[in-house]
Every structure is written in structure tokens, then in C-alpha cells.
């Protein structure tokens, strides 16, 4: 078995996440049990994005194989554009999953 460093791709839509572990392509679609976005926000509630975020890497690293040492996640894709709070709420949610570098690559 390899290990891989855990390096995500992710997307945030309405009440729902997809992350994609880069090196292998594995792909999981997280709906959340409990609603993080409201009618003005994609990223309302800190906590309950962190929670969709915790359920959806715990499918990918099911498999095995993953190094947690400085693991990352690139912000890829969002239902619309960002603001600067936003960005805060999913910059702090990825961090408390246990991301220690958030990168935002999203094309605004």
C-alpha cells in the first residue's frame, strides 16, 4: 500500500461539498446534515460547514494510505463568488478539520 500526503481539491455549493483527493482522483459528494448555507450565504454557519467537511474526508481516508502531515486543501469551485467574511468561515472550517495550509483557487 502507498501513502499519500492528503492534498484536496475542494468545491462548496448550497448544503453540500465535493473533495477530491488529488494524487488518486478519489472523489466523495457530501450533502449536509445540517444546513450551513443561508438565503444571502454559501458559508452561513461556520460550524456545520466544518461538520459536511469532517464527513466527506472521513469517506476518502476509509481507504488508508494517508499521511496527515501538513495536509492541504485547495478551494476550487463555489456556488458564486466569495466575499472577504466567506472566505474567513471557510478558511477557519478547513483549518478545525486539522488543514494546516488552505489555498483559494477559485477563478472570479
Wanted: aromatic share 8%.
Amino acid at each position: 500500500m502507498s501513502i499519500h500526503r492528503l492534498d484536496l481539491d475542494v468545491a462548496i455549493y448550497r448544503d453540500r461539498v465535493q473533495v477530491t483527493h488529488r494524487p488518486t482522483d478519489t472523489f466523495v459528494d457530501q450533502r449536509a446534515e445540517y444546513p450551513f448555507s443561508t438565503e444571502r450565504s454559501i458559508v452561513g454557519h461556520a460550524r456545520f460547514l466544518e461538520d459536511t467537511m469532517v464527513r466527506a474526508i472521513r469517506k476518502i481516508i476509509a481507504e488508508g494510505g494517508f499521511s496527515l502531515r501538513d495536509p492541504i486543501a485547495r478551494v476550487v469551485r463555489c456556488d458564486g463568488p466569495l466575499a472577504e467574511d466567506e472566505r474567513v468561515i471557510v478558511e477557519y472550517s478547513l483549518r478545525e478539520t486539522g488543514m494546516r495550509q488552505v489555498i483559494f483557487e477559485l477563478e472570479e
